[in-house]
């Protein structure tokens, strides 16, 4: 009997995680084991400049106990009392590059290392993992940004189109993190380390991502940032609450007719 219920919890968590799923049809676009190209401007097929260019930004690196990452150097001379004066705001401080998506990208997720040196630098932002959301026009509709702050004891944030909200799901220094999001109906569901962690209905009617963005913030100080497996999807999958319903009918109908089956 106790095998049978330990069975029957098994397969309904299976089923409901199987449920839960948003991504489909995921797919690695870097693992960067290989040289990224860049670009000063929009270049199909190249990381180009967001507001002020890293330092750095080359693979395959080695960091976090890997080898085969991207390395995003963040350098004090690129702060804002060392670059040309048109560029002097703090609107230049945030420093990364973006790429170009297919036509149909509605996920992305990105592992991040956030490492142990981060601790205790009390910086607004380090990293994080942004995009471009379009409408069906093909007219900017809102920015999906997920990122680790060190503020405080540190934390990841979410932007939810007015301001940024704390999500929880940092757990220490010195490791390695899945961070994303993924446009499902009418939200945009956050995630760290697979776990939803926010959901945010401000998508301002966006319907697909046309490109992902690594960034940086320079606040005067020299750290690295390391990537690795970025990913994406070109669908994502309802959940609307009937289908959720019927699923875990299912799921029980079918663990009746097995014990059923099992019943002498």
């Not at 804002?80 to 004066?85: E, F, I, Y």
């Not at 290392?113 to 995009?131: K, M, P, V």
């Not at 301002?204 to 046309?210: I, R």
Request: glycine share 12%.
């Amino acid at each position: 009997m106790l095998r049978f219920q330990l069975s029957v919890i098994a397969s309904v968590a299976l089923c409901l995680t199987a449920l839960s799923t948003h991504r489909v049809n995921a797919g690695v676009l870097s693992d960067f084991d290989s040289a990224v190209t860049t670009a000063a401007t929009q270049t199909p097929g190249a990381w180009y400049t967001d507001r002020y260019a890293p330092n750095q930004f080359q693979s395959p690196e080695t960091g976090g106990g890997r080898s085969g990452t991207l390395l995003q150097g963040i350098s004090i001379a690129d702060s804002a009392a060392n670059r040309p004066s048109s560029f002097s705001s703090g609107f230049y401080n945030t420093q990364g590059r973006k790429f170009d998506l297919g036509s149909g990208t509605t996920g992305l997720s990105i592992e991040m290392y956030i490492d142990s040196t981060w601790e205790g630098l009390n910086q607004d932002r380090l990293a994080g993992l942004w995009a471009t959301g379009v409408d069906a026009s093909n007219s900017i509709s809102a920015y999906p940004i997920i990122e680790f702050t060190n503020a405080g004891s540190g934390d990841f944030q979410i932007w939810d189109g007015a301001g940024f909200q704390s999500v929880g799901g940092f757990s220490g220094y010195g490791q390695w993190y899945e961070i994303g999001f993924d446009l499902v109906g009418s939200d945009f569901i956050y995630t760290v380390n697979g776990i939803d962690v926010f959901t945010d209905n401000t998508v301002g009617g966006t319907t697909e991502f046309s490109n992902v963005i690594l960034q940086g913030y320079n606040a005067g100080n020299d750290y690295n940032i390391h990537w690795d497996n970025l990913q994406s999807n070109l669908q994502a999958v309802p959940e609307p609450a009937s289908f959720i319903l019927f699923g875990v009918n299912a799921c029980c109908g079918l663990l009746t007719v097995r014990r059923r089956r099992r019943t002498p």
